[in-house]
């Protein structure tokens, strides 16, 4: 199963909508078969597998990091598949709570005489593909903050300064999670301040969509995000006054508007663009923006992942990472659960999911 699981890493980024799956198929204590989902449209984690295997697959044992869908789309159900493969036990790691299979490949498997385990490796499993599980349960996009800091919790001196808070390993890292994702979100204090491209360019990755929130819609002049345009990928999310007055940009840079609704507190509702997102087709955003942008995701609790790149430096004054949560007692904090940390490079990276029931 541990191997299963390293196939389907290989799909990260490339799967959306589908879930990230591998499959191993053994025989007399041998592997003799294995694959994984490599994008939409392509074969399903156990086809590959049994592809592989060929005639070896018969009375085998095949291992899944996810129950087999029984249901056409795109291809076929994996359920069939692996019935006229002649396998003979199935053992996955968890569920698929798509409504169309959430324990309906597994009984279609039994019916057919064959042996099902589940639950091996579920946790793994499970956390392999958090976006996909997120956007069945909440019908929106997955949400990951990622903050650049220094000890003292400062993302730019008193003058504004940043660049580089954290070194070129954790850029390289910061990059890779922009290829994970399918868009980027950022304000306009982030393009003011940094004018950024917001690619992959630290390495080979799929550029994300740019979605920028704004409403004055105050742009530099040389604006990387609307003049290097040509993959029509930069998204402006703004109010209904601004996307009128700026309807000639709309014709002239390939640039993509969403109107979005204003919350109580007269700000563009940030709820209301990650439904803008579901409806595009985009199931997992990075928000990358400055204080403001972090804490108000903080504070409309829709942040389901948090990534803190610690840097070893102080600063003492400066801006900092999270504005004014609200927050009065040590008991209404924010809690993390689910966390975990890895050195890279000369910085730490703090991992963490929000509690949200707080």
Not at 42 to 50: G, K, L, M
Not at 64 to 78: A, D, I, M, Q, S
Not at 87 to 106: E, R, T
Not at 229 to 238: F, G, L, R
């Amino acid at each position: 199963m541990l191997k299963a699981l390293g196939l389907a890493e290989k799909g990260r980024g490339k799967t959306c909508p589908n879930p990230m799956v591998g499959a191993v198929i053994v025989k007399n204590g041998r592997v003799v078969g294995q694959g994984y989902h490599k994008g939409p449209g392509s074969a399903h984690a156990e086809v590959a597998a049994i592809k592989s295997a060929g005639a070896k697959a018969r009375g085998a044992t095949i291992y899944v990091t996810l129950e087999p869908c029984c249901h056409t789309g795109r291809t076929g159900p994996c359920t069939e598949a692996i019935k006229t493969a002649k396998i003979k036990k199935v053992i996955y790691a968890c569920n698929d709570f798509n409504p169309m299979v959430n324990g309906k490949g597994a009984e279609a498997l039994r019916r057919s005489g064959l042996k099902v385990e589940n639950g091996l490796m579920k946790n793994e499993a499970v956390r392999l593909n958090e976006v996909y599980f997120n956007v069945i349960k909440k019908k929106r996009p997955f949400v990951t903050l990622k903050i650049a800091q220094t000890i003292d919790g400062r993302i730019a001196t008193v003058s504004g300064d940043s660049k580089w808070i954290t070194g070129q390993e954790a850029r390289v890292f910061a990059h890779k999670l922009r290829s994970e994702n399918q868009a980027v979100l950022i304000g306009m204090g982030t393009v003011k301040a940094d004018n950024p491209s917001l690619t992959t360019r630290h390495l080979q990755g799929n550029n994300p969509y740019r979605i920028v929130v704004s409403e004055s819609m105050e742009f530099p002049k040389s604006c990387k995000l609307i003049a290097n345009n040509k993959d029509h990928k930069t998204i402006i999310a703004t109010t209904k006054r601004s996307l009128a007055k700026y309807s000639k940009i709309k014709k002239t840079n390939g640039l993509t508007f969403w109107e979005i609704k204003k919350s109580g507190k007269n700000r563009l509702n940030l709820a209301d663009i990650l439904q803008k997102a579901y409806a595009f087709g985009i199931h997992s955003i990075l928000v990358e923006g400055g204080s403001q942008m972090a804490t108000s995701f903080l504070k409309a609790k829709l942040v389901d992942k948090l990534v803190v790149i610690t840097a070893p430096l102080f600063l003492g004054s400066g801006l900092n990472s999270i504005g004014n949560l609200e927050i009065s007692t040590i008991k209404n904090a924010i809690k993390l659960k689910n966390y975990f940390r890895f050195q890279c490079g000369t910085d730490q990276v703090f991992v963490g999911y929000p509690d949200q029931k707080n």
